[in-house]
């Protein structure tokens, strides 16, 4: 799954860490895990 999120461009890795590229997947991806709704 981290390969596929890398290959897509989803993460990339900053600092020895991977990271969003975007505020918008992290929120949408947290939103999944929680199984909640977010408000735009």
Known sequence: MLR???ELNILVEKDHRYVFVHQVFLEFY????????LDF
């Open 4 to 6: 596929t999120a890398r």
């Open 30 to 37: 947290a939103q999944e895990e929680l199984g909640t709704e």
